[in-house]
């Protein structure tokens, strides 16, 4: 990489610039003792004057600069010796303590410290072999999405302008190398040292808090590296057209419009927002429990970008709805009822709460929600709540209101990067459940009911296997001896095969084509990509059955493909596939 | 039941239990190691070691490292055995015996391994 040798070389040069002064100091206050030690007169022995050889001198000089002082050695000294020792030892040891105190100047020196670190993380970068992302922005969205990224196993690289930031990073304990960098994204040089051009680099994924920035690191992106993923978060839509004419693959995630089709979808499918929620883990998150939004009077309060998204999904659904904001807006097309004003008891029942069904509680202040949701509560008791919750710290007493449901942008669009990431094709499934058309609604109840069945209280985990010849080579080896392998068989259980795995296929692309619910049926292509929710279990032996040729032949035929030489050959004279 | 593990694991197993007996007792003391013995579990070694050909399988890689010393030790120590009593004809003398039976040792030691890998494969396929 020309970038980091660039700053390599800058490091010794500063090094070797700072410390020209003190090394040519101590070479000449060295020379001149050395010098004068050999030429000054010892002690007569034998009635020969002796003098010190240079090597000696230099040993002398070496003990005595340092503060070492082994004495006279190796034989006493005149006292004109004794008198050029004196003097040597004090002008040594100052020029020693500016030496010594230049080079911890210069290790304090701010840009050094800069361009060191700068060394070490492309360093960083430049050791990571496998397919790995770079995440701009560390804040509570980074932190979820890296923490999934580790638990997957993938790589990343981190820049963000905030040092404390990155000092927490470093105290993170991810499974996989998360080097970071301290500095501005959307400086050229700074994305080509986290490795933007690296054949490796699988995308760029810009979730700064300023929405200027994220623009500035995708366009740089595409321009550096036509070849590379974007993921950007915008919740700006002027700008979300500038990201969508990038050309390549840019993906731009919107939490509040993530939110606002999860919320269509559970309007009119209602099983999928406990199946979304479980997928993703969401704390306390059960496929027993389906949540549907009712259909009434709503109260939005806050008509801001979560208000408007929220706002427009309820009146597509018919829904009248009364918006109580401080601001006055112009377009109130789809609104019942626009009451100007901060949240009170007073607004609360001027927008009838006493006969709304439900209420989202939806400002940037999350005391203000919170305080919203008490409010509305004490007037009407049976009203389903959705609120926002802004900061991760609110964890808690978001989790003790016990709302419908919560909220949290960073969350959502953290979530939606990792499964844009790791399980692409999930998009392909939730739009085939969303779609509108008869008999889509009734194809989700079995699917969520093997889900429990397999599944159940364990973690769910969403699973991208790839039919390629490193990563599963059994298979992409029976397929070149011209044998068929069936998606039926595989989920087969290596250890028993009347059992089938605790997994549930969802998509399977095959070249352009993309299978929803493959039947059993099923034959696996080279290069096809899988997607299944499944055990952590069920994923290790899926993993196992298409590496090892074994398995592969066990749950294909039911017998044991012999292993030894002998047993190959017994098998062979009884004419039997297997032992 | 696979069959091939079955009688895989039969001859793994008597390898290193012949070994075990062979080895037992003290350990300069001829009359408490007996040459059959010995000869049995060179013979049972040669055959773990010959089904242990031709699997492709990392473990099997594995399997058969441990064979190959476990056979490597047994031979040294019954041609030693051998040199002793018929060509330099110093006898079963307690130098002798003991360097046998240290043989035999370290040959059931590679055993024992193979033994475990045997085991905790199984076991892994089970969980």
Not at chain 1, 289 to 302: A, E, F, L
Not at chain 2, 24 to 43: C, K, R, T, W, Y
Request: charged residues 20%.
């Amino acid at each position: 990489m020309v970038a980091s040798t660039v700053d390599l070389s800058r490091v010794t040069f500063i090094v070797m610039r700072e410390m020209r002064g003190p090394l040519i100091a101590l070479l000449v206050v060295y020379s001149i003792s050395i010098v004068g030690m050999v030429f000054i007169p010892g002690i007569q022995v034998d009635g020969e004057v002796q003098y010190m050889s240079v090597f000696h001198a230099f040993y002398f000089m070496t003990y005595t600069a340092t503060t070492t002082g082994f004495g006279e050695i190796p034989i006493k000294f005149s006292d004109a010796q004794r008198f050029w020792a004196i003097i040597c030892l004090y002008v040594s040891v100052v020029t020693w303590l500016y030496a010594i105190g230049s080079i911890i100047r210069l290790f304090q020196n701010n840009f050094l410290l800069r361009a060191i670190s700068e060394w070490q993380f492309s360093r960083g970068v430049r050791r990571i072999q496998t397919p790995f992302v770079i995440v701009c922005g560390f804040g509570d969205t980074g932190s979820v999405l890296l923490r999934g990224l580790s638990d997957y196993g993938m790589p990343a690289v981190v820049i963000d302008n905030s040092e404390e930031r990155i000092k927490a990073l470093q105290l993170r304990n991810y499974k996989v190398a998360t080097p970071g960098f301290c500095g501005d994204a959307s400086i050229p040089k700074h994305l080509l040292e986290a490795g933007l051009k690296r054949a490796n680099c699988k995308a760029v994924i810009a979730i700064t808090n300023n929405e200027e920035v994220n623009l500035k690191v995708s366009a740089l992106a595409r321009l550096l590296n036509p070849e590379v993923g974007i993921i950007s978060m915008s919740k700006v839509e002027v700008f979300e057209e500038t990201l969508a004419t990038l050309g390549g693959e840019v993906h731009i995630v919107d939490p509040f419009k993530t939110f606002a089709k999860v919320l269509a979808a559970a309007m009119h499918n209602p099983g999928f927002y406990s199946f979304n929620n479980w997928l993703v883990r969401d704390r306390g998150a059960t496929l027993d429990r389906y949540i549907t939004p009712p259909v009434g009077t709503w109260i939005v309060c806050g008509y801001g970008r979560m208000g408007h998204e929220v706002n427009r999904v309820l009146s597509k659904y018919g829904i009248k709805t009364a918006v109580i904001d401080p601001h006055d807006s112009k377009e109130e097309e789809h609104i019942d009822q626009y009451i100007v004003g901060r949240t009170t008891s007073k607004t609360l029942s001027k927008a009838g709460i006493e006969d709304a069904v439900g209420i989202l509680s939806g400002t940037d202040d999350d005391g203000h929600n919170l305080g919203i949701l008490l409010n509305a509560r004490y007037f009407n008791k049976n009203l389903f709540t959705i609120v926002r919750q802004n900061r991760h710290v609110n964890e808690v007493a978001f989790r003790a209101t016990e709302v419908d449901m919560i909220m949290q942008p960073t969350l959502v669009a953290s979530r939606k990067i990792l499964f844009l990431l790791i399980a692409p094709l999930l998009k392909t499934f939730f739009r085939y459940l969303l779609e509108n058309k008869p008999g889509r609604q009734e194809e989700m109840e079995p699917i969520i009911h093997r889900l429990r069945e397999k599944v159940g209280r364990q973690t769910p985990h969403l699973i991208t296997i790839d039919f390629t010849r490193e990563k599963s080579k059994a298979i992409i080896q029976w397929l070149d001896e011209g044998k068929k392998v069936y998606l039926g068989d595989l989920t087969r259980d290596p250890r028993g095969r009347e059992k089938k795995l605790d997994l549930v296929v969802f998509v399977i692309k095959s070249g352009d084509q993309e299978i929803v619910l493959p039947p059993e049926d099923y034959e696996i292509q080279e290069n096809d990509q899988l997607l299944f929710c499944g055990t952590g279990l069920s994923h290790r032996l899926f993993n196992a059955t298409i590496n090892s040729e074994y398995k592969l032949f066990y749950i294909q035929n039911g017998v044991y493909k012999p292993r030894s030489h002998v047993a190959r050959w017994l098998v062979k004279k009884m004419n039997k596939r297997g032992v | 039941m696979n069959l091939e593990k079955v009688i895989f694991g039969f001859f793994v197993v008597l390898a290193l239990t012949l070994n075990f007996g062979f080895f037992l007792g003290e350990m300069d003391n001829p009359s408490h190691h007996n040459v059959l013995e010995l000869f049995a579990v060179i013979v049972v070694n040669l055959i773990a070691t010959v089904l242990k050909f031709g699997d492709r399988s990392q473990i099997g890689a594995v399997l058969l490292a441990t064979s190959l010393v476990a056979d490597l030790e047994l031979i040294a120590a019954a041609t030693y055995w051998t040199f002793a009593v018929h060509i330099s004809g110093t006898g079963l003398t307690p130098d002798v015996m003991s360097s046998i039976v240290s043989l035999a040792g370290g040959a059931l030691l590679a055993n024992v391994i193979s033994t475990i890998i045997l085991v905790s494969e199984t076991l892994f396929n089970r969980l």
